[in-house]
């Protein structure tokens, strides 16, 4: 049986990932409609090497005869049209952060908490919304879960150093600008980042809050407590660098029981999603630029922290656009099929 599948916000970074994907993996498919804004409708994308799709106007697109739509259009977009396709009887999957806290709706990492999908599908009056997770939370979220369940997690320090790519196609193309202009010698003035991105770092994503973190931190605290556990403290700075695709992740954890770092080194072996590259030698870990394009999340660098009982330390990397945000919707959608939720 194939099912008639939308992609809304088609022709954005993740949108066309997404489709990518629904294509690597041979989701079952009748049907895939190309969805975005008026400003894209008429145009085409790619579903597959040789499948050409036309963009559909979202704005008079009728959901009610499609199974699954994965959204990635921004959160405001989602939050007017997501509840509407849900309403049409449509399994929502939305990329954006809006529905993320949303206690109605699942906040799912396939390879961590899939089970929760099963109580939410036997509500009778369920919000028909699934969201997806923050791209560093997911694959933070990997790397922690086989560690949580060997030794039981109680504190997490962590720094992102996250790409360009995290915050759309024309943070991309400022990257790329300001880099040529820093070498023909033309001025560099930042538009899409609050502060020049070539050969810098900018320890600001998203808006400031309160208590001096970003927004992008406050997301890691509150989606790694709803994700997993909700004891877990995290503490979270995140860094935009001048790398194009692939995030990568520095955490410092701290367990409420002992873990060497052979079983931890077991544990993410044995972690569905989770590739281990941990030789301490020259070249004997996986940077951001080797991950880009590939599903899984890289674990490299494992240690003991010798400062404090029952501690580790590692580095993790994956493609923000992939296991981020398009692989990570997609498997969930996998999931409704598998557990026949769809």
Known sequence: MGYTVAVVGASGNVGREILSILDERQFPVDKVHAVASSRSAGQEVSFGEEKILKIEDLATFDFSGVDIALFSPGGKVSAEYAPKAAAAGCIVIDNTSHFRMDPDCPLIVPEVNAEALGPWAAQANRKNIIAN?????????????PLHDR??????????????????????????????????????????????????????IDSFMDD???????????????????????????????????????????????????????????QEGCVVVDHRQDEGYVTPKEAAGEDAVYVSRIREDVTTENGLAFWCVSDNLRKGAALNAVQIAEKLVEMKIV
């Open 212 to 270: 001096g973190s970003t927004k992008e931190e406050w997301k890691m605290t509150v989606e790694t407590k709803k994700i997993l556990d909700p004891k877990i403290k995290l503490s979270a700075t995140c860094v935009r660098v001048p790398v194009f695709i692939s995030h990568a992740v520095s955490a410092n954890v701290e367990f409420d029981n002992p873990i060497t770092t052979e079983e931890a080194r077991e544990a993410f072996a044995a």
């Open 151 to 204: 030794a039981k997690i109680n504190r997490v320090v962590c720094s992102t150093y996250q790409s360009v790519s995290g915050a759309g196609k024309e943070a991309m193309d400022e990257l790329f600008r300001q880099t040529r202009g820093v070498y023909v010698n033309e001025p560099v003035m930042p538009e899409q980042l609050t502060k020049e991105i070539a050969f810098n770092c900018i320890p600001h």
């Open 133 to 145: 997770p923050n791209c560093s939370t997911i694959q933070l979220m990997v790397a922690l879960k």
